[in-house]
């Protein structure tokens, strides 16, 4: 088991398996945005020996993001060595949806149990003045066929920005009245790359819950207020699905947290919202035996920072969202 200095036990593991991706959303990365070069990038079995090495010390909850998870090479063989590792309990992943038409399926067969997928708004031009490059047809379609596939239950994610999509707050809420599906507000958090938009525009929780209850009345509140994951649900009466909202910025959930995170160029970070971060990468590479990177993991999980510190203007600043996996 992997305990920190206050008696966390972290167990879960986000893997960024790349920091590339075939969107460039204004809350997370520059258009201009210039990506690792692939040798720098974990390698498959790099990073199947990692999952190895995190099972052994009692994680048994993975999710892969990055950067965009599904334009890495060879996705579904990877996806399939991991979910075969014996440990990983729970294997999900986030992504842009846009090519989950052609790839939920084979993901599902392959073992991946879930997927969060982002969508900030149904109008597809706003959608391509946030994400700048992509269509919102291929996101709804990636919606649909993961449903098709049985990656359930379906969550998906909304970063709200003010100038940009706070009109459509209650549209994506209201999609829960039919869909079983939980729709999750993420307040947008400041990284490098766009930290002063992330600063400028970002919309709290409780104004985007104001938004949706002066337009349809008081959510009811699911599990008595209990977090669900990072998320406190809610649920317009009678709907099907859950709204959520993710407080990471005004009422953050560090007391509860049980995740670490590895890059895509394999750092251990222990806290998304601090730059600490633990190279095993090199290590790996240079020859280490399991035994050290272990005890390497085990001192950095020990060492995991209590919380993120926005609150006194402690911001990020090392890398960009997508480089650390959201
Ligand atoms: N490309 C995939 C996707 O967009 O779902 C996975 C990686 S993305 C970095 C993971 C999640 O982080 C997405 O839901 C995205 O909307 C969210 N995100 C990106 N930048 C953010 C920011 N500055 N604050 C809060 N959430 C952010
Ligand atoms: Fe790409 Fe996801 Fe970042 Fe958008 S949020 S640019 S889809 S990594």
């Given at each position: 088991m992997a305990l920190d200095r206050f008696g966390r036990n972290i167990h879960y593991l986000r893997i960024?398996?790349?920091?590339?991706?075939?969107l460039r959303c204004v809350y997370c990365m520059p258009e201009d945005m210039i990506f690792r070069p692939n040798a720098e990038l974990m390698q498959d079995d790099e990073v199947l020996l990692l999952v190895r090495l995190f099972t052994s010390l009692g994680f048994d909850k993975f999710r892969l993001t990055g950067g965009e998870p599904t334009v890495r090479a060879n996705i579904v063989k990877l996806v399939g060595q991991i979910a075969d590792?014996?440990?990983?309990n729970s294997l999900s992943m986030t992504t842009n949806g846009v090519s989950l038409s052609r790839l939920a399926r084979p993901l599902a067969e392959a073992g991946l149990n879930r997927v969060n997928i982002s969508i900030d708004t149904l109008n597809p031009e706003n959608f391509r003045r946030l994400?700048?490059?992509?269509s919102l047809e291929d996101v709804w379609a990636g919606i649909l066929a993961a449903e098709e596939a049985g990656l359930t239950p379906i969550k998906l994610n909304a970063v709200i920005v003010h100038g940009y999509n706070e009109a459509e707050v209650t549209g994506l809420a209201k999609l829960t009245l039919n869909n079983p599906w939980q729709v999750r507000f993420i307040e947008m958090m400041p990284f490098a790359g766009a930290t002063d938009l992330q600063i400028r525009q970002m919309v709290t929780a409780e104004q985007i819950k104001n938004i949706i209850e002066a337009q349809l009345g008081p959510l009811e509140i699911v599990n008595g207020g209990q977090l669900d994951g990072e998320a406190r649900l809610f649920r317009?009466?009678?709907?099907a699905g859950d709204v959520g909202f993710i407080s990471s910025v005004t009422e953050p959930f560090c007391a509860a947290c049980t995740r670490a995170r590895l890059t895509a160029d394999g750092r251990l970070r222990l806290c998304l919202l601090r730059e600490g971060e633990v190279n095993l990468l090199k290590p790996l590479r240079s020859g280490a035996n399991l035994e050290e990177l272990r005890q390497t993991i085990l001192d950095a999980i020990w060492h995991?920072?209590?919380?993120?510190g926005l609150a006194e203007?402690?911001?990020?600043?090392?890398?960009?969202?997508s480089e650390i996996g959201g």
């Open positions: 960024s398996l790349t920091d590339h991706c075939n590792t014996p440990g990983v994400t700048r490059w992509g317009i009466p009678g709907a995991k920072p209590w919380g993120h203007g402690v911001i990020p600043l090392n890398r960009v969202m």
